[in-house]
């Protein structure tokens, strides 16, 4: 074991003790990987080639009491249920140990330090691997042209915040250099305090986002808060005497002696280790994934010209529906991304996915981003079918018409004509004509902000 040092050991009342008692277990409770359901899913992972997903949930853990195993590129995450019941947890173990604690003053001052250095790593593995997302713009890419083609109101609050950040790359990678930083900065005794004022100010936004714009990772930001708040606790007295009452502060001097050298160079090696693992490797992954044009949309080349194309003419089962039809058959306008993805408007809009927690999806059908939080166009993904022409596949459970299969025309260069079937088997003769929009957006990255633009 570890000795300690200090001047003298810190003064515990027994109110302080029993306190102490309670949060040194219900965060340990917290922190620590005692779930299975974790461990399963580690054992599972290909140590060999691990991927960027793989780091991503090994960051990510929570314990998950009430939660069923969850196995693939989403490991889940606990609720504030899951709290409750390690709280309670905490107060039964709080209880019996009040019972029999026979405790020192020193080594209550070593409990709470070494307390201090779980959470410490255990923040920082949570804000650096969210600040790598950021660092290089993965977490919230740039508007799609379907999302520059759906009206403002038809998104969720939660999409047009991270379609707001994807516009400003250059802000998003700052913000994760901040948290990296962070990250980086808890790793060290005695920056601790700078690094959790930094994650308070930081992760406190992120919490407050998304309670206000219905995020889905409210609960895990304040996890990650909480551990900020404690470690800051520690050091907030000093700061305030000696700032606020402008009285000289006592530092704290506690700090471990390892009596043998194989400890003291294990705790090195274990240092060296989360370095080279969650900032190196981890960041490694996530560069790569960076070049490889991100993780929210899929990696393939579309088979149609990228754009925006009016529906000058739909016919369905013989019958052809005029453009003011306010059905959900007819199609308005479609856009073809450059990636095989295809969304149409129609007159009727539906509900949107609101699954908005942060998955880094391997397989490209599970990839949800580019759909989610939109309420006004139907996606579906365009692949080729045996007869050289295309199947679109809904990539929306909630799509009234989940697969179409067509034969393509190419008129001109410009204009496109579909033939083909629906689900319900009903003949489909659509003619698409692409129409050069230009994109406020787009226009201006062209010449600069500060440029003349002439659309």
């Known amino acids: 074991m570890a000795n300690s040092t200090t001047e003298k050991p810190s003064y515990w009342s027994s109110f302080e003790k029993i306190i102490f008692r309670f949060f040194l277990i ?4 917290q922190a620590l990987p005692l779930d299975w359901k974790y461990w399963a899913n580690i054992f599972k992972i290909d140590w060999f080639h691990p991927t960027l997903t793989d780091l991503f949930n090994i960051s990510r853990y929570t314990p998950q009491l009430l939660s069923p195993y969850i196995a693939g590129d989403y490991w889940g995450l606990n609720t504030f249920a899951d709290w409750s019941i390690l709280a309670l947890i905490a107060l039964i173990g709080t209880l019996a140990w009040s019972v029999f604690d026979r405790g020192t003053p020193r080594a209550y001052d070593r409990w709470y330090y070494f307390l201090r250095v779980i959470l410490r790593y255990r923040l920082a593995l949570g804000v650096i691997a969210y600040g790598y997302l950021k660092l290089f713009p993965l977490q919230s890419p740039p508007p799609t042209l379907s999302d520059l083609n759906t009206p403002y109101g038809d998104l969720s609050a939660w999409k047009i915040f991270s379609l707001s950040l994807g516009v400003a790359p250059s802000f998003e990678s700052f913000l994760g250099f901040v948290e990296i930083l962070a990250g980086l900065l808890l790793l060290y005794r005695k920056t601790v305090f700078i690094a959790t004022f930094i994650i308070l100010s930081f992760t406190g936004n992120v919490f407050l986002s998304n309670l206000a714009y219905e995020g889905g990772e409210a609960t895990y930001s304040l996890y990650l808060i909480q551990f900020a708040l404690v470690l800051l606790a520690y050091d907030a007295p000093r700061l305030y005497t000696l700032l606020t009452l402008e009285r000289a502060a006592v530092p704290a001097r506690f700090k471990p002696e390892y009596v043998t050298n194989y400890r003291s160079i294990g705790r090195m090696v274990l240092k060296l280790g989360f370095l080279l693992f969650f900032v190196v490797l981890y960041g490694q992954r996530a560069y790569t994934q960076y070049r490889m044009g991100g993780y929210q949309f899929s990696s393939r080349s579309g088979l ?13 089962d013989g019958k052809e529906l005029p453009y003011i039809d306010k059905s959900s058959l007819r199609w308005l306008n479609v856009v073809v991304e450059k990636w095989p993805t295809l969304s149409i408007q129609t007159a009727v809009g539906l509900k949107p996915d609101t699954h908005n ?15 989610a939080g939109n309420g006004a166009r139907r996606y579906y993904r365009c692949e080729k079918n045996d007869g050289g022409g295309l199947t679109l596949n809904a990539l929306q459970n ?3 018409l989940t697969k179409f299969s067509f034969s393509t025309i190419f008129l001109s260069d410009s204009t496109i004509r579909l033939i083909g079937k629906d689900a319900a088997q009903k003949v489909i003769d659509i003619h698409l004509r692409k129409i050069d929009k230009k994109y406020l957006l787009k226009e201006a990255k062209k010449v600069g902000r500060r440029s003349q633009l002439i659309l």
Do not use: P, Q, T, W
């Open 26 to 29: 219900y965060l340990l409770l």
């Open 304 to 316: 149609l010209r990228e754009g925006f194309y009016d529906v000058s003419s739909f016919v369905y």
């Open 357 to 371: 927690v942060e998955v880094i999806h391997r397989n490209d059908e599970a990839k949800a981003y580019e759909f």
């Open 398 to 400: 909630h799509n009234e």
